[in-house]
């Protein structure tokens, strides 16, 4: 299939979606349209909210917040893992100490934490961020842990005849095949970025996109909350997509990701 | 007085060095940890030594232990017993005078052929412009200077092969060590990798292990042929000179009437062995 047709295709099913609500919220067809508009809203109210968000500019500072949440969880998240992920992984008796409480800490429903993240962080952005490294951290540290005990034995010896030192097998192998790892999972984590910092606003914050659904909500106002996620559904996917071109650059060795094909 | 003293043993090392042989294994024995505690003998009490010139083959059956010859001559792990020395000095971790071509692959996949072949010089503290050139010149020798930018699965198994061998020699190691490098490739290419390998150590010779399965291979390369025995409890069994002229030509080589005679006469001694693999593979089946 090339990628015109494709991307009708893709459109072609927005267009049904959108159209059959149109068609429920506002006519007989399928109920009472005030019944059905009351509860799931009208494609136009909900374009109308997003397009007041956007021409009156109130909507950038919330996305914005929201962005900065994700981003800083999933550096703190991605680096304190990678650190500790190494760290555990070539500490053998560390590694076999901690398993269980990281385990354990990783079972532990991360939407309890925040309300004491709140307690502890304060109402502002550090106790999203909190929630959001919470999620990232055992996603990116499984695979560092992989990642490094997972070095193919061959490459390993044949760097040490080489004669690399211990931190330059650090460095030229055990690093990059761990990196690959974590780029392989950066769509996950990421994603887990923006899902902390959502649900941490949606708990109790006074921006963000989480808080403006949870204040559209809290009126009834159904457009308000579908225009809400609508916004950061097309968030996410942007977000995806530049996952898509970075992982493109970093990973260019991997077969998978090369142009060049064989 | 202790500086001296240093320089002394250094001056007898070195002295020690010029006539001991590359390698000397004497009376190796390895042996790997089972499950439940049990120990499986690989290799016993092999004696073998390689000139600091010499080319030495050494044959066997499939998993005689050939290769775990090898990894002890490499220091990947030692000898349950005897003793490993490398031009006089016993060994003590990785053999830092060897290079090692593996039999799987072994480059870096993340890093490109060019990266490859000058990590062994950059990791040795040569500045990287100059690794990257001498890498590059070295990519050229076994014909790939175009694909210094290529990564290894954008090669071909015999040009990957090829990237491996110029990522040992470019560090001039005294000893190379090969284990069944060419297993992988097709017949042609091994050919040509056989010609390739003779053409670069004959500019500049080293000790080279290589170990291999194919008799015909091991004559057509080697100064040497050593024979081992089925395994386990592997031992060496015979020791042929090779005396062939160089330079040689491995696909000339064969038809000649002197390599069918070393070929009849090795071979007599190896099928048996090869032979009692197969019985042991007949008595499981029963």
Redo the contacts between chains.
């Keep these: 299939m090339n990628r015109l047709s494709l991307l009708s295709l893709q459109i072609l099913v927005a267009v049904v979606i959108v159209a059959f609500w149109q068609v429920a919220s506002t006519t007989h067809l399928f109920g009472n349209p005030d019944n059905i508009s009351f509860f799931f809203s009208t494609p136009s109210a909900v374009a109308t909210q997003i397009w007041k968000w956007f021409a009156e500019g109130t909507i950038w500072y919330h996305l914005w917040i929201t962005l900065l949440e994700s981003m800083l969880a999933f550096a703190i998240g991605a680096l304190g893992a990678l650190i500790v992920g190494f760290w555990f992984a070539r500490k053998e008796r560390l590694g076999a100490v901690f398993d269980p409480y990281i385990k354990a800490a990783n079972a532990l429903p991360r939407v309890v934490l925040a309300p004491i993240f709140t307690l502890w962080f304060g109402l502002g952005i550090w106790s999203k961020v909190a929630l959001g490294v919470t999620l990232v951290f055992f996603i990116v540290f499984f695979n560092v842990y992989q990642g490094v005990r997972e070095v193919n034995a ?2 390993l ?9 211990e931190r ?1 097998l650090l460095r ?2 055990y690093m ?2 761990a990196l ?1 790892w974590v780029f392989s999972s950066l769509h996950t984590s990421v994603g887990f970025a923006v899902v902390g910092a959502v649900v941490g606003e949606y708990l109790g914050a006074a921006a963000g996109l989480g808080y403006l659904i949870q204040q559209a909500e809290g009126v009834f106002d159904v457009g308000g909350v579908f225009a809400g996620m609508f916004v950061l559904a097309a968030f996410v996917l942007l977000i995806d997509w530049i996952m898509t071109i970075i992982e493109r650059r970093l990973l ?4 998978e990701f ?1 142009k ?1 094909g ?1 | 007085m202790a500086a001296a003293l240093r320089q002394e043993g250094r001056a007898k090392a070195a002295a020690a060095a010029e006539s001991a042989p590359a390698v000397r294994l004497d009376g190796v024995t390895i042996e790997f940890a089972l499950a439940r505690g049990q120990r499986f003998r690989a290799v016993a009490d092999a004696s073998l030594t390689v000139g600091s010139q010499e080319f030495v083959a050494i044959i066997g059956p499939t998993g005689c232990g050939k290769s775990t010859l090898l990894n002890a001559s490499a220091g990947l792990f030692g000898p349950a017993a005897g003793s490993v020395s490398i031009f006089g000095a016993p060994l003590s971790g990785i053999n830092r005078q060897a290079g090692y071509l593996f039999q799987q692959d072994a480059l870096m996949p993340w890093k490109t052929a060019l990266e490859n072949v000058a990590i062994g010089l950059e990791v040795a503290g040569t500045k990287q412009r100059e690794a990257r050139e001498r890498a590059r010149r070295w990519l050229g020798r076994v014909g790939l200077a175009s694909f210094c930018d290529r990564y290894p699965h954008m090669l071909s198994g015999g040009q990957r092969k090829r990237v491996a061998l110029a990522q040992v020699l470019i560090r001039d190691p005294k000893i190379i060590l090969m284990d069944e490098p060419f297993g992988p490739l097709d017949a042609q290419t091994r050919v040509i990798m056989g010609d390739l390998l003779l053409k670069l150590w004959s500019e500049d010779r080293k000790a080279v292990m290589f170990v291999t399965h194919d008799l015909e291979e091991a004559i057509a390369l080697a100064d040497r042929v050593v024979v081992m025995s089925a395994g386990p409890s592997a031992r060496l069994i015979g020791d042929f000179p090779i005396a062939l002229p160089r330079p040689r030509d491995i696909s000339e080589i064969k038809l000649e009437l002197a390599f069918q005679t070393i070929h009849r006469e090795i071979w007599r001694l190896l099928k048996q062995e090869v032979l009692k693999t197969y019985g042991d593979l007949e008595e499981a089946g029963k």
Excluded: E, I
């Design positions: 061959t490459v010896s044949n760097a040490r005849m080489l004669g690399m030192s330059q030229h192998v990059p095949s690959s260019v060795w991997r077969p090369s060049q064989k």
